[in-house]
């Protein structure tokens, strides 16, 4: 089984659904007491969300640059950055270090466009959702994405840093999350992409009328086949 290296910690909420998600994939494809072979640096987050809303984006590029080259250094073979916004710095990250990077947009656009879909609604945070790293590296895919309002964009992304990065599941948020998915399946999104990795620990395809992408999942389902793929 290869080695892979996990960086994680933005935030550790769903660094610890990837290690869940990432185990489970281990044990049932080889059963067993088996489980996956994993380094992991886990960054102090509070630096790097105040980088986020300061716009600087070097500074955290070089966290997690210099988390990366550890990394490798410990014998990592490859790299999960547990994060959606944190990929608009994975060309950085990946030219840090000479082991391979599994972007969290490709895997999930594949994934989207094997299941048939082309407009697909997208929640996560404000950067994820009005930022072009990664709205152009799915439309790369040849997919069309419709974001919620700007109201929704707001609420979708208060959600998230002030409750789902601290643990916290409250009803109304799970709410008003179904009334944003709503909106973008009545936009015509054929199907919503979850784009932050907290987002699985509030909503859940019940939750919604189209298809839901939870890219948590995807991205773990994807660093297992590698892990497991022959050298």
């Known amino acids: 089984m290869r080695l892979l290296g996990v960086l994680g910690g933005m935030s550790w909420t769903s660094t610890a659904e990837y290690y869940r998600l990432l185990n489970e994939g281990v044990a049932h494809r080889l059963g067993g007491l088996h489980s996956a072979r994993l380094l992991m640096h886990s960054v102090d987050f509070a630096p790097v969300a105040q980088m986020q809303h300061d716009g600087d984006w070097d500074g955290a590029a070089e966290v997690l640059a210099e988390a990366a080259r550890g990394l490798e250094r410990a014998g990592a073979q490859g790299l999960l950055l547990a994060t959606n916004t944190m ?7 990946q030219s840090a270090t000479s082991i391979p990077l599994f972007h969290i947009g490709d895997a999930t656009a594949r994934r989207v466009r094997e299941a048939g879909h082309r407009r697909v609604g997208l929640l996560a945070t404000a950067f994820t959702m009005e930022q072009d790293f990664y709205t152009g590296r799915l439309a790369a895919h040849g997919l069309e994405v419709v974001l919620p309002d700007e109201r929704g964009r707001a609420d979708v992304h208060r959600v998230i840093y002030e409750e789902l990065c601290h643990d916290v599941v409250q ?9 944003v998915m709503a909106a973008l399946a009545a ?7 979850l784009g ?8 859940g395809q019940d939750d919604a009328t189209v298809p839901l992408f939870d890219t948590t999942a995807i991205h773990a389902e994807d660093a297992v086949s590698w892990m497991l793929a022959s050298p």
């Open 87 to 93: 990929h608009k710095v994975a060309d950085r990250v």
């Open 171 to 179: 009803e109304e948020s799970r709410a008003r999350y179904r009334e």
């Open 187 to 193: 936009d015509g999104a054929e199907a919503v992409v």
């Open 196 to 203: 932050c990795t907290e987002i699985g620990l509030l909503v």
